[in-house]
């Protein structure tokens, strides 16, 4: 069983923040997850929703904008957002990371990635981007590899178009529950399948088993939850709570 902490630990600290990154395998994650969007000058941030507002202070810095939509940010503005002062007074000043910086700061805890790209518009250059990213880091190649770097998306054509390009690439697929020929079509050019855990049944996980694919289920963060997709049989769950997932679990995807 995977124990993937979902935006990082941020049951316990604010959601994509590299405080949020830093104490995950301590809780016992053996993953984090982390969500990247891309800025007007084609930056990788972790962030989740479309704008800023729910997690960071951007009314307050950028009170006259009309948008506050990531993709109409640059990084240098996304840069002067607190990200931290919402969830607590002692997180005050933590910045919205870019994937460079969330990636090296989960390469020095030894722990695996799964990272979700939120795609707002068909964008062939940001998959180019994202490519070349992967590329680049030597550290994360060999990662890709042995399958503790893993992409997840709701959108096939970037899931698709990132593997074909990054050869033994693991990607999952979110989104609703498929039926028996959808995980066919999936399980062309996918690894994973990723449902809501309010979705996972056991047949479920046995059609997706037998078409080659593993499930992680999200975000399972009561009791109930997580007992019921341990019993359903899942390769990994993803929560907001690393440390209540029971149990010695080996690192494995």
Partial sequence: MI??????????????????????RAYGAHMVEIDVRTTADGEFVA?????????TDVARVFPDRRSWRVSEFTLAKIRRLDAGSWFGRRFAGEPVPTLEGALDTVRASGMGVLVELKVERRDPGMCRRLIACLRADTYWREAIGEG??????????????VAASVPGLRVAVLGRAYRRLGLRRIARYAHLINPHHLQVTAPYVRHAHARGLAMFGWTANNEHAIRRLVRDGVDGIITDYPDRIPGDHAFAA
């Fill in 148 to 161: 503790r770097f893993i992409l997840q998306s709701f959108d096939p054509f970037a899931l698709r178009a």
């Fill in 3 to 24: 124990v993937v902490a979902h935006r990082g630990a941020s049951g316990y600290a604010p959601e994509n923040t590299l405080a949020a990154l830093r104490p995950a």
């Fill in 47 to 55: 962030m989740h929703d479309p704008t800023p507002r729910r997690t």
